[in-house]
């Protein structure tokens, strides 16, 4: 037995923090099962049908779990899993493997080939595409677990709690997590945008992503992992990991019992906002602790149509969000196609960088009357309303004149009129841009990705998509120093304010109003309990001049009394 008062030696592995927390137990590594050989003897001619009906039976079976798990969840994770269960019955992908199967190759070779097709297809598309290659091999090898007669992969089942670790984790598989089981979540892979990092927020799991040298940590060796900074550490004092576990449970109390409205220790008000798609979201967050809607995401009702939507039937969509806040602030952001999120009447079919292509305002140069008839309808919603704040903004704003023109239409209608700030050309004009419009709000999320030049949704670049990032952050204490300036709104709605530390760290920088999704408003909230104006000034002071993310965390954490 070694001697308690020896030094003992420890490695400590670091990755991009998302979900805070602190957790100490045994580490538990999930892996994707073992491909079979790409290749085997020619199915006989009349084996094949038979094979195909087998295929379909197995993509089926795969899809009808898939989309029970969605009924029984909400919010995100039903989203995700829905979009995962779509997989598995998408006619592209099956008629792919059926005309292989129909050709002689066996059924799982031919779902393994017809995978890896789409596989590239989704990596040469980018954005969010690329990340649905993750959700792909999932319904991939869930497929063909059945045509083996074998049980669907996935997380091992826990009868103690657990750290869990994986090269990345499919949504099917982070939606099924268990909090007081698994205590926490590390990936080799992903980013702070990531389905496994959002999942795991409304989870209220701590979680670590793109820890690179995460195979350093061995399959059932104790780990602590804080998840405010980043790191898992092996080798450490059992007493003292299990006495930060116990102080971060103190932190979960205080978040357990904090009630808002928001404001910091010495009673400065700080405007917490929800990030809603629909009325059901929009009446959820009104029974929380939202003060009412910062982004409101129109997407929803376009992308479930091949034509435009009629204005009544957007307004019908939107009153109901108007509803759910009848004396508030509702921040409506028009139609955001393409990138990600294609829309076929409003996008182009095809484009080499979507990301950087038509998307948000843009799509109004080949279609103007989408935005007008929008606009319209939001206008005919808030009417329905009248006690609700309604706001107005525009995305992927880069020019003057885009402003200048979306706030005159948006002003005849008797609406504020905004943009957001998600281009660096807008950041670096913001007197000019401010001076166009009523309010402004920063798009983390985007800002981020123009800004460091590297795709948000790409699993191997999460260090560079990382808000904390120090131009980032130089960027948008630009834009809300001129947003004082003008007295004029400058807010946050990306998923930078949902992070508690770098919350405080935008407050002190002069943001006004921060919106998340609405579970992730008491962790912001009761954080700004605990600190004064004073500090959070203090902590957006301590950012500046950081040469990396981890020393910008550092440097406000250490300000706001948290080191």
Same mark, same amino acid.
């Given at each position: 037995?070694?001697?308690? @008062?020896?030094?003992?030696?420890?490695?400590?592995?670091? =990755?991009?923090?998302?979900?805070?927390?602190?957790?100490?137990?045994?580490?538990?590594?999930?892996?994707?099962?073992?491909?079979?050989?790409?290749?085997?003897?020619?199915?006989?001619?009349?084996?094949?049908?038979?094979?195909?009906?087998?295929?379909?039976?197995?993509?089926?079976?795969?899809?009808?779990?898939?989309?029970?798990?969605?009924?029984?969840?909400?919010?995100?994770?039903?989203?995700?899993l829905?979009?995962?269960?779509?997989l598995?019955?998408?006619?592209?992908?099956?008629?792919?493997? @059926? =005309?292989?199967?129909?050709? =002689?190759?066996p059924?799982?070779?031919?779902t393994m080939?017809?995978?890896?097709?789409?596989?590239?297809?989704?990596?040469?598309?980018?954005?969010?595409?690329?990340?649905?290659?993750?959700?792909?091999?999932?319904?991939?090898?869930?497929?063909?677990?059945?045509l083996?007669?074998?049980?669907?992969?996935?997380?091992?089942?826990?009868?103690?709690?657990?750290?869990?670790?994986?090269?990345?984790?499919?949504?099917?598989?982070?939606?099924?997590?268990?909090?007081?089981?698994?205590?926490?979540?590390?990936?080799?892979?992903?980013?702070?945008?990531?389905?496994?990092?959002?999942?795991?927020?409304?989870?209220?799991?701590?979680?670590?992503?793109?820890?690179?040298?995460?195979?350093?940590?061995?399959? =059932?060796?104790?780990?602590?992992?804080?998840a405010?900074?980043? @790191?898992?550490?092996?080798?450490?004092?059992?007493?003292?990991a299990?006495?930060?576990?116990?102080?971060?449970?103190?932190?979960?109390k205080?978040?357990?019992?904090?009630?808002?409205?928001?404001?910091?220790?010495?009673?400065?008000?700080?405007?917490?906002?929800?990030?809603?798609?629909?009325?059901?979201?929009?009446?959820?967050?009104?029974?929380?602790?939202?003060?009412?809607?910062?982004?409101?995401?129109?997407?929803?009702?376009?992308?479930?149509?091949?034509?435009?939507?009629?204005?009544?039937?957007?307004?019908?969509?939107?009153?109901?969000?108007?509803?759910?806040?009848?004396?508030?602030?509702?921040?409506?952001?028009?139609?955001?196609? &393409?990138?990600?999120?294609?829309?076929?009447?409003?996008?182009?079919?095809?484009?080499?960088?979507?990301?950087?292509?038509?998307?948000?305002?843009?799509? @109004?140069?080949?279609?103007?009357?989408?935005?007008?008839?929008?606009?319209?309808?939001?206008?005919?919603?808030?009417?329905?309303?009248?006690?609700?704040?309604?706001?107005?903004?525009?995305?992927?704003?880069?020019?003057?004149?885009?402003?200048?023109w979306?706030?005159?239409?948006?002003?005849?209608?008797?609406?504020?009129?905004?943009?957001?700030?998600?281009?660096?050309?807008?950041?670096?004009?913001?007197?000019?841009?401010?001076?166009?419009?009523?309010?402004?709000?920063?798009?983390?999320?985007?800002?981020?990705?123009?800004?460091?030049?590297?795709?948000?949704?790409?699993?191997?670049?999460?260090?560079?998509?990382?808000?904390?990032?120090?131009?980032?952050? *130089?960027l948008?204490a630009?834009?809300?120093?001129?947003?004082?300036?003008?007295?004029?709104?400058?807010?946050?709605?990306?998923?930078?304010? *949902?992070?508690?530390?770098?919350?405080?760290?935008?407050?002190?920088?002069?943001?006004?109003?921060?919106?998340?999704?609405?579970?992730?408003?008491?962790?912001?909230?009761?954080?700004l309990?605990?600190?004064?104006?004073?500090?959070?000034?203090?902590?957006?002071?301590?950012?500046?001049?950081?040469?990396?993310? &981890?020393?910008?965390?550092?440097?406000?954490?250490?300000?706001?009394?948290?080191?």
């Amino acid at each position: 037995m070694t001697d308690s @008062t020896e030094p003992t030696s420890t490695t400590t592995v670091y =990755g991009t923090p998302v979900v805070p927390g602190v957790a100490y137990a045994p580490a538990a590594w999930t892996r994707r099962p073992p491909m079979p050989p790409a290749t085997a003897p020619e199915l006989p001619e009349d084996q094949r049908e038979g094979a195909v009906a087998d295929f379909d039976a197995a993509t089926k079976a795969v899809a009808d779990g898939l989309f029970k798990r969605a009924s029984e969840a909400e919010g995100h994770v039903a989203e995700v899993l829905t979009v995962t269960a779509s997989l598995a019955t998408d006619r592209a992908w099956k008629r792919e493997a @059926t =005309g292989r199967i129909r050709k =002689g190759t066996p059924a799982v070779q031919a779902t393994m080939a017809a995978t890896e097709k789409f596989i590239v297809l989704f990596e040469k598309a980018g954005g969010l595409m690329e990340e649905r290659t993750t959700d792909l091999r999932d319904v991939r090898d869930r497929v063909i677990a059945h045509l083996q007669g074998q049980p669907e992969p996935g997380i091992p089942l826990a009868d103690h709690p657990v750290v869990l670790l994986a090269d990345d984790l499919s949504p099917a598989d982070t939606a099924g997590l268990r909090p007081e089981l698994y205590v926490a979540i590390a990936t080799q892979v992903g980013g702070p945008t990531s389905h496994t990092s959002i999942i795991a927020r409304q989870l209220g799991i701590p979680c670590i992503v793109a820890a690179r040298e995460l195979d350093e940590i061995p399959d =059932g060796a104790p780990v602590l992992v804080d998840a405010h900074r980043g @790191t898992l550490t092996l080798g450490v004092d059992e007493a003292g990991a299990l006495q930060a576990v116990a102080e971060d449970a103190e932190r979960l109390k205080v978040i357990r019992q904090w009630h808002g409205p928001a404001h910091t220790a010495d009673g400065v008000p700080v405007q917490l906002l929800a990030n809603v798609q629909d009325g059901a979201g929009a009446a959820a967050a009104a029974e929380g602790e939202a003060e009412g809607v910062g982004l409101f995401r129109t997407e929803l009702l376009f992308l479930n149509t091949p034509v435009e939507p009629s204005v009544d039937s957007q307004a019908e969509s939107y009153e109901p969000v108007f509803a759910a806040f009848p004396s508030s602030k509702v921040v409506v952001r028009t139609l955001d196609a &393409g990138s990600d999120k294609p829309v076929p009447f409003a996008t182009l079919s095809e484009e080499f960088n979507p990301a950087l292509g038509v998307r948000g305002i843009r799509t @109004t140069g080949h279609n103007e009357k989408l935005l007008i008839h929008q606009l319209d309808a939001i206008a005919e919603a808030a009417k329905l309303q009248p006690g609700t704040d309604v706001w107005v903004m525009a995305p992927m704003v880069s020019t003057i004149p885009e402003a200048e023109w979306f706030s005159g239409l948006v002003r005849e209608r008797g609406l504020k009129a905004g943009i957001m700030i998600e281009v660096p050309s807008a950041v670096i004009l913001i007197d000019q841009f401010l001076e166009a419009v009523d309010f402004v709000s920063i798009g983390t999320n985007d800002l981020t990705q123009y800004t460091m030049a590297a795709d948000r949704m790409s699993p191997h670049l999460a260090e560079y998509t990382d808000p904390w990032q120090p131009a980032v952050l *130089a960027l948008i204490a630009r834009t809300a120093a001129e947003g004082r300036k003008q007295s004029k709104p400058v807010g946050v709605c990306g998923e930078a304010a *949902a992070d508690p530390v770098l919350a405080c760290v935008l407050t002190g920088m002069g943001i006004t109003s921060l919106s998340m999704a609405t579970n992730a408003i008491p962790p912001v909230g009761a954080e700004l309990s605990q600190v004064t104006m004073a500090q959070c000034e203090a902590a957006a002071a301590a950012v500046r001049g950081s040469r990396d993310a &981890g020393a910008a965390r550092e440097r406000a954490r250490k300000a706001l009394g948290l080191a």
